[in-house]
């Protein structure tokens, strides 16, 4: 029998391209977004049912949830994908953008797991995958929300697991480095203050860098084959950084002075 696998913000990027792959691959796709107008074709590919859900409003998710499990029986397993990137200097943000920032990338992610959760636990089986990124690990200049986000999202699945362990229910991170999506430009909230300068120089100079990278980057395809190799190892692995690994092993080998001295070098030249 075919599986089934829940996408959020499967509108564009890496959430379509799973979308697609998963089609392909000949599972049932429920593919999620807030404005179920932009499907376009999705909506035309085999398997494939646009259901509208807004991370940040939890009748949207559970009516969601609901209508996946009516319509396939099980929910095998979840992409908690939809989010996006704060960008700027941190005096610049406001209560209210950290505060939407949190909701979306962090509360919720946290809200769709819970709604899976009854499901999979009473199947004993289900691989909740948490789309973080290598800025979960490491962090670059103006993004300090964002990173505080994702930080966030490798702490919570990392104790998950413990927990949920016991009933064969798989918790899973992927970890891109850049990936060519409109992250780095639509889905962007480029922060600004009225009157605050202080920070323009430094904006200038680390900005374009940032921009580069993304734009410069591969396409999401990868990212859909390792949420494809997470959602199938069958194992209890629990990271799958991709175009990240260079970035991720210094990490790892460096003291915090030489890193930073590094993306200073990298991204402040
Ligand atoms: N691109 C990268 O370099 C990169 C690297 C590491 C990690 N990531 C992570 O990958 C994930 C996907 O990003 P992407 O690169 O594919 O960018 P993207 O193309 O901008 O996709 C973001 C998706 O999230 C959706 N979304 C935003 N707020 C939402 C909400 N409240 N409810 C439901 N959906 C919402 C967007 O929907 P709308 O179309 O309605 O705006 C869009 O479908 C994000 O979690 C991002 O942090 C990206």
């Known amino acids: 029998m075919a599986k089934t696998i829940l996408v959020t913000g499967a509108s564009s990027g890496i959430g379509e391209a799973t979308v697609r792959l998963f089609s392909r691959k000949k599972w049932n796709v429920l593919a999620t977004m807030r404005s179920p107008e932009k499907a376009g074709d999705l909506a035309t590919l085999p398997g494939v049912s646009i259901l509208r859900l807004d991370v940040t409003d939890l009748d949207s998710i559970r009516s969601a ?15 908690n994908n939809a989010g996006y990137g704060m960008v700027g200097p941190f005096e610049a943000t ?13 509360f919720g ?24 990124s290598v800025g979960g690990r490491i962090t670059f200049p103006l993004y300090s929300v964002y990173h505080a986000t994702k930080f966030a999202v490798e702490g919570f699945s990392e104790s998950l697991q413990y927990e949920l362990r016991q009933f064969n229910i798989k918790v899973k991170l ?8 409109p992250f780095y430009d639509r889905s962007q909230d480029l922060v ?4 605050l300068k202080a920070y323009d120089t430094f904006v200038a100079r680390a900005l374009p860098h940032m921009q580069k990278e993304g734009h410069n980057a591969p396409g999401p395809t990868g990212v859909a084959y390792t949420v494809w190799e997470a959602a199938m190892d069958n194992t209890y692995r629990m990271r799958y950084p991709i175009n990240a690994e260079a970035m991720l092993s210094l990490r790892k080998l460096l003291p915090d002075r030489a890193v930073f001295k590094l993306v200073r070098s990298v991204l402040l030249r």
């Open 109 to 132: 992610l946290m809200n769709v797991t819970r709604e899976v959760l009854p499901s999979m636990r009473e199947k004993r089986s289900g691989t909740i995958i948490n789309m973080s």
């Open 192 to 195: 600004s203050k009225e009157g």
């Open 94 to 106: 406001t209560p209210e953008k950290v505060q939407k920032q949190f909701e979306t990338n962090v």
């Open 65 to 79: 949830v609901d209508e996946g499990l009516a319509q396939h029986g099980a929910i095998d397993a979840v992409v």
């Open 174 to 181: 992927i970890e891109p480095g850049p990936i060519k999506t």
